[in-house]
């Protein structure tokens, strides 16, 4: 597996997702890379007032998804966008709390469903996130892969029902328990919709796609493969179809011992790991089907010192006999340190140097 070719391949980020190849060092990115942790991201979120006008102000967003990139020289960038943009372009409300977060229109009852528009309808409220995309596909370094995303059916649903995100996604558990009809329709709407939208991201310019399932960790058996699995096959299948060799990362975060086979059953190129999967187990039961992508604790961001290291060098051990892909187990949170985050892509590079 550690036969790289002599020269480092043209996108080190994509050649790990498409061929599912080892590379040396492991490319990395960083979920939330862009974001408060940053004094640049701050002075543009600025400028554009709120988070969702920088949202859709496509040379904004297209500004703050490029810092991080001139900072720290990453191997992707990851669109500038919201999983909340979806529901509000399929006509539900949405604003954000200072200090609390994302408040939306409900979606409980048929009725509600009904004045939802089809998902073939969200193009024209989205237009400005593919014009972002064609920015980011001119203006990004070659070596830098571009990834677009969408929040997955499930975790999109608990906000949408729920109206804000909870810590149990309890309304939306109770939706399914009690009107399975209705919350089956908004999940194959959800569903329906995150195929277009990734579709068209995609012709926009995007070269690789993650799926994020924030909250697959609260679908348990059955439940689990009908919300989190399924609705990522599909997803995964009708993008394949219509884009044929542009690789998949899904993130069913908190999947547990279901990360085990999740790659195979979605169609997945690549699964995301959250904090919580142990490096040694999910080499042998994860990583032996393809590529995998994580899993630092974001806390060592805002920890560092001696720990950061030490825990750098297990994950990159751990994950050396086959594809990787650094990144933290999930987004970086806003008390970080960008010398921390330097550090580690120092450190990431300097132990894949060793390797070549
Ligand atoms: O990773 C990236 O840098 C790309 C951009 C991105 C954002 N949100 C920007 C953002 C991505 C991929 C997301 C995904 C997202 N959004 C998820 C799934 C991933 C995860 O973290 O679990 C979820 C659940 C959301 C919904 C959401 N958006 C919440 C709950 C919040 C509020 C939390 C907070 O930190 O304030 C947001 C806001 C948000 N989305 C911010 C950013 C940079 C912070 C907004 C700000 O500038 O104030």
């Known amino acids: ?47 554009a007032g709120d988070f969702l006008s920088l949202c859709y102000t496509p040379e904004l967003a297209a500004e703050v998804t490029l810092q991080p990139i001139r900072r720290f020289g990453f191997d992707a960038a990851i669109l ?48 400005p996130v593919y014009e972002t995309v064609r920015i980011l596909s001119r203006e990004l370094p070659r070596e830098t892969t571009l990834i677009g995303f969408a929040g997955a059916p499930w975790t999109v649903a608990s906000y949408m029902v729920a109206g804000r995100g909870t810590p149990d996604q309890g309304p939306a558990h109770r939706l399914k328990a009690e009107d399975r009809p209705t919350f089956d329709a908004l999940i194959d709407r959800l569903t329906e919709a995150t195929v277009v939208y990734l579709s068209a991201q995609i012709a926009a310019g995007a070269e690789a796609v993650k799926l994020f399932d924030s909250w697959a960790g609260s679908l348990k058996g059955e439940d689990f493969d009908r919300y989190a699995l399924v ?46 999967v142990d490096p040694a187990w999910a080499a042998r039961e994860v990583q032996k089907d ?14 560092g010192g001696a720990a950061l290291e030490a825990e750098t060098r297990r994950i990159l051990e751990a994950f050396s006999g ?20 330097a550090r580690l892509v120092d450190i990431v590079r300097e132990w894949g ?4």
């Not at 597996?1 to 790990?16: E, F, H, Q």
């Not at 995998?292 to 806390?299: A, K």
């Not at 594809?323 to 806003?334: M, Q």
């Open 80 to 127: 500038f966008a919201d999983i909340l943009l979806v529901p509000q372009a399929l006509g539900a409300d949405l604003w954000f709390e200072t200090g609390e977060g994302p408040r939306l229109s409900t979606v409980t009852t048929p009725a509600d469903l009904a004045r939802l528009k089809p998902a073939e309808a969200i193009h024209e409220h989205l237009a």
């Open 353 to 356: 140097a060793t390797r070549r």
């Open 322 to 341: 086959g594809p990787h892909i650094f990144n933290l187990g999930h987004g970086i949170t806003p008390d970080a340190d960008p010398d921390n985050v």
């Open 1 to 47: 597996m550690s036969d790289t070719a002599a020269r480092p391949p043209a996108k080190p980020l994509l050649a790990a997702l498409l061929a599912g190849q080892r590379v040396d060092p492991p490319p990395i990115w960083l979920m939330r890379q862009a974001g408060r942790y940053l004094p640049e991201y701050r002075a543009t979120r600025a400028k």
């Open 231 to 276: 609705p990522a096959r599909r997803i995964v299948s009708a993008l394949k179809e219509r884009h044929p060799g542009v690789p998949v990362i899904a993130f069913p975060r908190g999947a547990g011992e279901r990360y085990a086979g999740f790659a195979r059953a979605s169609g997945a190129d690549c699964v995301a790991l959250d904090t919580a």
């Open 290 to 303: 393809g590529c995998v992508q994580g899993n630092l604790d974001p806390r060592l961001m805002v920890e």
